[in-house]
């Protein structure tokens, strides 16, 4: 690949951004790559100042939905050395995503060395506070114009990046899905298109007018398994077993899932990846050994649930001393910020 042209800002924001109150994904670094798809390749990446994009109304984005996106983190360690953690598979992710939105793959050379140019650029953007990090997002979508309902034949691949606090500010309450859907056997549900999220806002609004802060995704067919948290995978723990569901085309493969399987295996925990239903947790609620359950994904990391409501009934989870989740939290975390020893090889430094 050519070298990447770096184009700087004259106007800094940084210093008028307040790290110790971060929240999350809501103010944005001084910097972003960008990288065109052209007659029929991608170009040469670019760094510029982060800035408004200019599209024409027929670009096939806002017609049919060309777009996905990947999720990541930057941290800093007690040295300042800045972390990645297991970029490579957000770059293979883009691009199962990209493949199933018939959207151009990308070469890895533009996905790994254009974001270690960028965070080089803006590394003074990464937080140092602790439970914060930069949170980075990868976009990819079609500018290329036309009414046809068909692929388009250009694209942006654009990673931007906003210093991010916790996603969720305690524990969470979740209303167990019973009539839409996130995704369907045969769909987009495993790719990170972004339309995916844009179904989700209206089931997630009528659960939170109900009281509710996420709505627990179940399988369109029969709203009996356990699918999704939000936008986050799921964990239960019944007894001292921690499950979660196989993944699947309706089901996002989580980099943070796979992570927890793996360090709960090493620690000896035991994981059942299997199929689960509303009504094992609800009997499991029932007779107390339904102990934990949680959310597992970038942005949240791991988001322990308080409450989930199923048909008119709310069922509490115990309070205890000691929960598997927030000690895979903190094994997780510690892998990321360099704290503790990366037994699997997941960190990367920049
Ligand atoms: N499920 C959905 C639908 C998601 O959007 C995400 C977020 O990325 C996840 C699960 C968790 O995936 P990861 O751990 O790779 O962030
Ligand atoms: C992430 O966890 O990185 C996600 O992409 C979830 C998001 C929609 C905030």
């Known amino acids: 690949m050519n070298t990447i042209k770096v184009t700087r800002t004259s106007a800094s924001k940084i210093n008028s951004i307040d790290f110790e109150n971060l929240g999350f994904g809501s103010v944005f670094s001084d910097h972003m790559l960008v990288c065109d798809y052209t007659n029929g390749s991608w170009g040469t990446p670019e760094i510029v100042p982060f800035q408004p994009i200019s599209l024409m109304p027929s670009a096939k984005i806002f017609h049919y939905g060309q777009s996905i996106f990947e999720g990541m983190k930057a941290y800093k360690d007690a040295d300042k050395k800045t972390w990645l953690f297991r970029p490579d598979e957000n770059f293979k992710r883009l691009n199962i995503s990209a493949k199933r939105l018939s959207i151009p793959e990308l070469p890895e050379a533009v996905f790994m060395e254009g974001l270690k140019a960028l965070l080089r650029v803006d590394e003074q953007w990464i937080p140092t506070q602790d439970g914060s990090s930069l949170y980075i997002r990868?976009?990819?979508?079609?500018?290329?114009?036309?009414?046809?309902?068909?692929?388009?034949?250009?694209?942006?691949?654009?990673?931007?990046?906003?210093?991010?606090?916790?996603?969720?500010?305690?524990?969470?309450?979740?209303?167990?899905?019973?009539?839409?859907?996130?995704?369907?056997?045969?769909?987009?549900?495993?790719?990170?298109?972004?339309?995916?999220?844009?179904?989700?806002?209206?089931?997630?609004?009528?659960?939170?007018?109900?009281?509710?802060?996420?709505?627990?995704?179940?399988?369109?067919?029969?709203?009996?398994?356990?699918?999704?948290?939000?936008?986050?995978?799921?964990?239960?723990?019944?007894?001292?077993?921690?499950?979660?569901?196989?993944?699947s085309d309706r089901i996002l493969d989580g980099i943070t899932r796979k992570s927890i399987l793996d360090i709960a295996k090493d620690e000896g925990i035991k994981v059942e990846v299997r199929k689960f239903t509303v009504t094992e947790i609800v009997e499991a609620s029932k007779n107390g050994s339904l102990k934990e359950m949680f959310g597992a994904g970038t942005a949240a990391v791991i988001s322990p649930i308080a409450t989930f409501g199923f048909k008119d009934i709310d069922y509490h989870l115990p309070e205890l001393e000691n929960p598997i989740g927030l000690h895979l939290k903190k094994r997780i975390t510690d892998i990321q910020t360099n704290k503790a020893e990366d037994l699997f090889g997941w960190r990367v430094s920049l």
Not at 191 to 207: H, I, S
């Open 138 to 247: 990868p976009i990819m979508f079609a500018t290329g114009e036309g009414f046809h309902a068909s692929p388009a034949n250009a694209y942006k691949f654009i990673i931007c990046t906003a210093p991010s606090g916790a996603y969720f500010a305690g524990k969470v309450k979740v209303l167990i899905e019973q009539n839409y859907s996130r995704s369907a056997n045969g769909g987009v549900g495993f790719a990170k298109a972004g339309g995916n999220y844009a179904g989700q806002f209206y089931p997630t609004q009528l659960a939170i007018d109900k009281g509710y802060h996420q709505v627990i995704w179940t399988d369109d067919n029969t709203h009996e398994y356990i699918e999704e948290a939000g936008a986050m995978n799921i964990f239960v723990r019944i007894n001292d077993t921690l499950i979660t569901g196989p993944t």
